[in-house]
């Protein structure tokens, strides 16, 4: 009898430590799966995630890759003209990229830009004012490349466009605002 109580004391305690760590190991943070075959990509703090405002945001990164932000999001497509942080930064919670480029690159280095958004759902593209070359930045993620040139624009966009560990997936990308060109 004791021989049973013993075995069924280390089975159940066996358990215990098998289910506290799976919880622990859901709990950690961890890079979803896609962010770890794009070399570069760094993990950005989105303090204050999901609160919208109507004011304007002091965002610690430029462009910013998530935080609060204004209750209507900005529409996916390219622009010509710099749009609003707010608005921008609601789209990435949907699951969009927002590709900033420098301000005043010829055509010639933008068509890859405007390719990669026609191309793919939940991508928009604005000029950056400080931005030299391309800043990719998704809910949490950025990434700097001197051009679009760089294999990593489409591993970026093939991770983490319409991605779902963002906190609202699958969220609108169109209805919102701005006329992409």
């Known amino acids: 009898m004791r021989r049973r109580t013993g075995v069924w004391a280390a089975g159940t305690a066996a358990l215990a430590l098998g ?4 919880l622990v190991a859901g709990l950690r943070e961890e890079e979803p799966a896609a962010a770890e075959g794009v070399e570069g990509v760094e993990r950005v703090d989105v303090a ?11 965002y610690r990164n430029h462009p910013p890759a998530g935080g609060p932000h204004h209750p209507i999001w900005q529409n996916c497509g390219f622009y010509a003209e710099p749009v609003q942080d707010e608005h921008a930064v609601h789209s990435l919670e949907h699951g969009a990229v927002w590709i900033a480029y420098e301000p005043g690159l010829d055509e010639a280095a933008l068509e890859p830009v405007r390719e990669a958004v026609r191309d793919r759902r939940y991508t928009l593209a604005s000029p950056y004012p400080g931005v030299e070359g391309l800043t990719l930045v998704a809910w949490g993620y950025r990434l700097e490349l001197a051009g679009a040139d760089d294999e990593r624009l489409d591993a970026f966009l093939t991770a983490f466009a319409g991605g779902t560990d963002v906190p609202e997936p699958g969220g609108p990308c169109h209805g919102g605002v701005g006329t992409p060109v």
Do not use: M, P, Q
């Open 19 to 22: 289910a506290a760590a799976l």
């Open 48 to 58: 204050g995630a999901g609160d919208h405002t109507t004011e304007s945001v002091a």
